[in-house]
């Protein structure tokens, strides 16, 4: 079992205690984010374990990629319909700051866990409930998973290329609307906790999360422009119809080549540096609004010039003159990156289930904590701190 390391007193979370009720995905990648930060996390999976650890590849039956999703949290075992497991977790929660759950509205009612239950036991507990689409409204008890989120928020209609409808428009490839709740849930959770904390007085908070609306949150200025003009942005493709040039070029060794040159001075360098230097003082091309009017004559002649070198030599040639420009990596060129290695974004740790796994970096970094010290150990087994939490933490083994 791995043991609890202390936690990095420059963490900002520390001292900060969370149980999470969570299962899949929302909730664990919430309290992932708390955990990476410090907060002492203790997961309550079922006895069988969160079905989560039933996805994905596997090592002699554990999960790779629970080694992530579970770091750095404390795993116990309860069974929420026995009423011996509900008085153990009423214990946790009695000596908890805060509480993430995503069952579909009205389970942690039916065990007798909802919030007025919970702040009997802590008032000043801040619960935060992640769901398909809220706590309440029409569509509260509709089931709901990630692919619908980003299909009821707006996103996916996005992601379609311009006229292709034989096809349907594809997922970004991981269950964003998922992480999305996720990071909000635990941005509204630190946001309550700093205000009860600062108020002896303050009872506790509920935070109502929802996959819909963290999707449609990312929807920029299409609501507005709806509004007042009618208009439904339409998908782009690998294109963007408020700034040109931006789009995916390909190269001649079959990749692609993300280039971002559309501020005026970065189009000029793009264009020199392509061989274009005419199409620099082009009067068509003076602005971006006036280049966005003639992006296809401009995106055709990128591509005539991206075709004719490796994705690497073209990446190189737009680096030396200062152009935005990436290869479109895959796991192997992350891997693979020297800045991702400099910048420790790539971990080898140590995995008492697995043996030596890869892992990224927590996507904060904070001045007297080096990024390895932010991963204190890897996704335990299920109920791998029973003893720990139940006999040690809360004291059930005295008297």
Known sequence: MPSPQETPQGLPLAGLRIVELGHY????????????LGAEVIKVEPPEGDPVRGWGSAVEGHPVWFSVHGRNKLSVTLDLKSEADKAKLRRLVARADGLVENFRPGQLERYGLGPEALHAVNPRLVIARISGYGQDGPYRDKPA?????????????LTANPGQTELPPPRCGVSISDDLAGMYAAMGLVSACWQVKGNPEARGRVIDVDLVSSVFSLMEGMLPEYGLFGWVRQPQGAAIKTAAPTNTYPCADGKWLCIAGNSDLIFRRLMAAIGRTEAATDPRFATNGLRCEHVAELDAMIADWTRTLPATEAETVLERAEVPCSRLYDMRDCVEDPHFRARALVMQVEDPLLG?????????????VAPREMVRWTGPAAGAHNRHVFEELLKEGEG
């Open 356 to 368: 030596p796994v890869l892992h990224p970096a927590a996507p904060f970094r904070f001045d007297g």
């Open 145 to 157: 998973f990630g692919a619908i989120g980003e299909a009821m928020g707006g996103l996916r209609h």
């Open 25 to 36: 995905i929302a909730a664990p990648f919430a309290t992932r984010l708390l955990a990476d």
